[in-house]
Structure formats: structure tokens, C-alpha cells
């Protein structure tokens, strides 16, 4: 079992690089910087053009307010006959046709068939109604609403780019790993082959490098894999078809610099943070709206109007003008508990924005942590690699000198490597602490 030890650690490292990643597009010459993908990802993501829709539809909606200010008009042409004697006196009434005869009780209660051809222009014109301002000025918050998500969205993309930027970069160096790790394989077995076929190693030396090379060449192949994997998941954030192969313009990945910010809470101007400030200030009005719907409201009407008895016919005129008042005076508590409830939504929406600062802050701290842990680790890991590279070193010579055994060599190829992956993943761990640490006290 001691001899499969190294094929374990190795499947280890390649299982931790290879999982889903979490997209500027170019021929194989040239190079995909940072900067060039998060400018790619803002552009083309589909979720950053979802959050512009979004924005867009609440533009339209608070447009629909401008309805408080401006006047309706509807124009209507209507044909109709009756020989009911209500409506059928009060359509000659319209068409100032009556004459005497039409006073005749027998024609007054048994008219014929009457018909009535109406052209109507109606205007409404609002005036004074208060529930509909506020309403109109929570519409305008929630504009601002929606520009605060696609700010919050656009950070998050970066972020999401920066990570996946990164993973790309490890997988690329986890790949060099495997083939510095795979090359000194198969120079150790073929110097092993050289001394078996002289007969100064048993099969067994031989069979236990064969292993070793095999196990690297397949945790190579999954490593180019990777590769694959972080490529396609990047393709995808910069809205680009998948299959793409990137080279990255930072090399190594310590060259990638990102910063973050000292600050020791988080802003309460960060996007989604003012975007639940402001969705407050919007139920404020909404409730303002509710409580001035208990007020009367005053608007204007007015109406031109021809009838006649003939299609296309315009013989007699009339006009209406005049002022309404209206007041819903009591309509059953509906209004009252309406506000109620808005009250307790808005307390709720406080609670939690409160509860999501402190969440927020309680993760600034860990990630401040995280990336202090990290910087411990890679000195560590340096420190570490060194190591392993002068044991190896060492233990070559030796068994140069048939002063070893295979699986010492073998063991202190595994050493190496995993090292070496290890401190790649170390520098990726801080980088990607630190493009969170930027994301959440973004401003």
C-alpha cells in the first residue's frame, strides 16, 4: 500500500484544481489580459443585459406616472336603434328632432324602431390627486433602485471574471507541474530500465516507475482537462461560445495584482446595500400613497358629441364640461389595514438591511483573514518547495549511486510536486481573497 501512496496525493491535487470553475476572445498569438476579460464579461454578460432591462422597464413604469398630469382623450362612434320609449324619445332628443307629433301618447309608448348614430370626443384631465404623486415619486426611487442592482451586478461579474481568471491561471499551473513532474518520472525510469536491463535492479524497481509515470500522465491529462474546464466557464461570463483556448498575459500568477480595500466596515453606499436603502424610502411613499388615498380627489371632464339618425351624419351638437369631487368616505378598513401591512413590510425591509451589514462586516473580517492566512502559506510553501527540490536533489544522486530504493525517489517526486501545487494554490487563494476582499467594500 505504501508504494500507491503517491498516486493518491497526486489524485488529490488534480481533484482540487479540477473542479467546476467558477469567460475576450483571440487567436492563439496573442494574449488575454485581466483587464481585457472583465471589460468583455461588463459588456456581453447576460446578466449584467438582464439588469439593464430591469432598469429599463422601471424608467417605463415611472414614465406611466407622467398619466398625472396629462389629459385623457377617447373618441368613440357608436350606432344603435331601439324601440324602447325611453331611448327612443330621448335619441330624437339628441338630434333636436322632436317635433309636436312626437308628444302623441300612442307614439310615445309604442315608438318604431329609432336609431342613433353618436360621434363623441371625451377628455378627462386630472387635477388634484395626491395619492398619485407619491405614487409617482416611489416609481422615481425605484429607478435608482434598479440603477444601484445593475452596479451591484457589474461588481459581482468582475469578480465572478477575476475568479475565473484565476482558476484559468492555476490550471495552467498545475499543468507545468505535471509535466516538470512527469519529465522527471520518465528520466528516473529510464535510468531504471538502464540498470534492470544490466541487472542491477530487480522488475519489481522497474513495475514501481512504470506506475509512477502512468499515474502522472494521467493527472496530466485530467490537469489539460482543467484547463478546458476554466476556458469554456470564462468564455461563458464574456458572452463567447465555449471551446476558446486562452493564453494569459500573467505569468506567473503572483504577477496578477489585485488590491483591496483598509476599510474596516462596509460602506452603506455599496450598491445593493443603498439599493435596500432606497427600496425604504420607496415604501415610505407607497404608504404616503395609501394614506392620501383617504383624501378626495378633484379632476376636470368635458365632452363634444354629434348624433344623428344617419351613418356619416353630423346634424346635431352638444357639449359637457365640469369639475368632480369624489371621497371614498369609508370602504370598509380596506385602506387602513392596507397601511398596516405596509408598515410592517417596511419594518422588515429595516431589519433586514440592518441584518445585511452585519453579515457584510462579519465577512469583511473573515476575508481579511483569509488573506493574511494565505500570504502565511505561500512563505510557507516557498519555504517548502525549496525543500522538497533539494531532497529530491539529493536522493537522486543517491540513487545514481544504488544507495536508494525506488520507492524514495518515487515518494520524493510526489513530495516535489505536491509542493509545488500547493503553493500555486496558496497564491490563488490570496488573490481570489483579495478580489473578494475589493468586491465587498466596493463604493
Avoid: C
Avoid at 27 to 43: H, K, Y
Avoid at 197 to 214: H, I, T
Avoid at 385 to 408: C, K
Amino acid at each position: 500500500m505504501h508504494r500507491f501512496a503517491p498516486l493518491v496525493l497526486y489524485g488529490l491535487a488534480i481533484w482540487l484544481i479540477s473542479k467546476p470553475t467558477t469567460g475576450f476572445a483571440q487567436d492563439s498569438s496573442s494574449l488575454l489580459t485581466l483587464e481585457q476579460a472583465v471589460a468583455a464579461a461588463i459588456t456581453n454578460n447576460q446578466s449584467v443585459q438582464l439588469s439593464m432591462i430591469d432598469q429599463d422597464i422601471a424608467a417605463a413604469n415611472y414614465r406611466q406616472t407622467n398619466a398625472m398630469f396629462l389629459p385623457q382623450l377617447n373618441f368613440s362612434y357608436s350606432a344603435m336603434r331601439t324601440n324602447n320609449p325611453l331611448n327612443a324619445f330621448g335619441f330624437k332628443l339628441q338630434q333636436q328632432a322632436i317635433t309636436a307629433a312626437d308628444f302623441n301618447p300612442a307614439t310615445l309608448n309604442n315608438p318604431s324602431g329609432t336609431s342613433n348614430i353618436n360621434t363623441k370626443l371625451e377628455l378627462q384631465q386630472p387635477l388634484v390627486n395626491l395619492d398619485v404623486l407619491y405614487q409617482r415619486k416611489a416609481a422615481a426611487i425605484q429607478q435608482q433602485i434598479y440603477g444601484q442592482q445593475l452596479k451591484r451586478t457589474k461588481e459581482y461579474i468582475r469578480f465572478e471574471t477575476t475568479q475565473a481568471y484565476l482558476q484559468l491561471q492555476l490550471a495552467y499551473d498545475a499543468v507545468k507541474v505535471m509535466e516538470d513532474a512527469l519529465q522527471t518520472a520518465k528520466a528516473v525510469q529510464k535510468f531504471t530500465d538502464d540498470r534492470f536491463q544490466q541487472g542491477f535492479l530487480q522488475q519489481s524497481d522497474l513495475l514501481n516507475v512504470q506506475v509512477q509515470v502512468a499515474g502522472v500522465e494521467s493527472n496530466l491529462a485530467k490537469a489539460r482537462s482543467s484547463i478546458s474546464n476554466a476556458a469554456d466557464y470564462l468564455s461563458l461570463l464574456m458572452g463567447l461560445p465555449v471551446g476558446k483556448t486562452y493564453r494569459l498575459a500573467a505569468t506567473p500568477s503572483e504577477d496578477i495584482l489585485l488590491t483591496g480595500s483598509d476599510t474596516s466596515r462596509v460602506s452603506a453606499q455599496r450598491a445593493d446595500l443603498r439599493a435596500m436603502s432606497l427600496a425604504l424610502d420607496a415604501k415610505s411613499q407607497s404608504i404616503e400613497a395609501t394614506k392620501k388615498s383617504l383624501l378626495p380627489r378633484l379632476n376636470a371632464f368635458g365632452s363634444y358629441q354629434y348624433n344623428d339618425n344617419s351613418l356619416f351624419g353630423f346634424k346635431a351638437n352638444a357639449w359637457l364640461a365640469g369639475l368632480q369631487l369624489s371621497w371614498d368616505v369609508f370602504n370598509g378598513n380596506r385602506t387602513r389595514n392596507q397601511i398596516a401591512v405596509q408598515q410592517l413590510e417596511q419594518k422588515k425591509m429595516a431589519v433586514d438591511l440592518s441584518l445585511q451589514k452585519d453579515k457584510s462586516d462579519l465577512e469583511l473580517q473573515k476575508t481579511r483573514r483569509d488573506v493574511i492566512d494565505a500570504q502565511f502559506e505561500i512563505s510557507r510553501q516557498k519555504t517548502a518547495v525549496a525543500q522538497a527540490a533539494e531532497a529530491l536533489r539529493i536522493l537522486q544522486n543517491r540513487y545514481a549511486q544504488g544507495l536508494v530504493s525506488t520507492t524514495d525517489i518515487t515518494l520524493a517526486t510526489t513530495q516535489l510536486a505536491q509542493q509545488q501545487l500547493g503553493l500555486a494554490q496558496a497564491v490563488f487563494r490570496q488573490q481570489l481573497s483579495r478580489a473578494y476582499l475589493q468586491f465587498i467594500t466596493a463604493q
